[in-house]
């Protein structure tokens, strides 16, 4: 695998080597918006009444913390549980000192979003009175851990594929929210520390699935054809239990609860929001050759994720 030149400065550019703490301002940009409007697919219901802005800030403020606590979580549970063994040597591939350096780097990086998720949250709920719903990532790991679990003498390649998978998606989080003024400072300073980082990791990540991919049989490779369109679904797919629970908490019926998520996360509306975070995947998996494995194109066809 070639070495990645944008880790040769990674000691001086890193956000964890180089940006300071992020604080809440003292001021009152606790007022602006905790998250872009049009990401939080309920306040678009017409039962979410658009000029009650005590209810959308307490709608968006919680769809926040779920991004968050997802995040803390997903940084330290699934990348760096992979890359770990990519950074130790234990993966069973042929790997450089340098890219097992990189991807210790990788480790660190993760570990230090997962920390600052969760300091961003605790300043917010602090500052701002709202107290973050209770988050479990249990269903989410469940799912995407259910990919391939019929072969588990294949799970680490499973779990370096969510990876790669994960790593390489932009989602519209990461790309619209650093430039998005009418947002609370924080919130859009430490999506942009994040996304730099990411912009790293996604050109490690390309690389090392072409390195893989170079070293895996053809039988393994009709494997991990099969599992990498549930990968990208089942990293994509929106948890609507978080939505559910802050418009219950916000007042709404069990019933009108169940209208707005049902409506506001259909599976054409969510499957539009995969294909588009996942085109950069898609494309790098269908350059590789990945979709002209026999099964390869009907795989992603049958997920929806590229046209007939
Ligand atoms: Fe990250
Ligand atoms: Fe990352």
């Not at 629970?245 to 409506?263: H, T």
Request: hydrophobic share 40%; proline share 5%.
């Amino acid at each position: 695998m070639p070495e990645i030149k944008a880790f040769h400065n990674w000691y001086e550019r890193a956000g964890v080597r180089s940006d300071p703490r992020r604080l809440v301002d003292i001021e009152d940009d606790i007022h602006k918006a905790f998250f872009p409007e049009h990401l939080v697919p309920q306040l678009s219901h017409p039962l979410v009444d658009p000029d009650d802005h005590q209810l959308r800030r307490y709608l968006s403020a919680q769809h926040l913390y779920q991004w968050l606590r997802f995040t803390m979580h997903f940084e330290v549970g699934v990348v760096c549980r992979a890359t770990q063994r990519i950074a130790d040597g234990s993966t069973g591939l042929s790997l450089t000192d340098a890219t097992r350096m990189d991807a210790y780097k990788i480790v660190v990086d993760e570990g230090y979003h997962s920390l600052y998720s969760l300091d961003v949250q605790q300043q917010l709920e602090f500052r701002s009175g709202i107290k973050g719903l209770d988050y479990d990532f249990g269903p989410f790991i469940a799912g995407l851990d259910a990919v391939g679990e019929d072969m588990p003498q294949h799970r680490q390649l499973v779990q370096l594929l969510q990876v790669v998978v994960f790593e390489t998606l932009i989602t519209s989080i990461l790309s619209d929210i650093p430039n998005d003024e009418s947002l609370i400072d924080i919130v859009r300073t430490t999506v942009r520390d994040h996304a730099i980082d990411e912009g790293r990791h996604h050109a490690f990540f390309a690389n090392f699935f072409k390195h893989l991919w170079g070293q895996l049989d053809p039988s393994l490779r009709k494997l991990v054809a099969g599992y990498l369109p549930s990968l990208i679904v089942r990293s994509l797919q929106p948890a609507t239990s978080p939505a559910h629970a802050a418009l219950a908490a916000s007042g709404f019926s069990e019933a009108q609860a169940r209208e707005i998520v049902s409506d506001c996360y259909s599976r054409e509306t969510v499957l539009t929001g995969i294909r588009r975070s996942a085109a950069k995947t898609i494309q790098l998996f269908e350059q590789i050759g990945v979709l002209d494995i026999p099964g390869g194109r009907e795989a992603f066809l049958a997920e929806g994720l590229i046209a007939g």
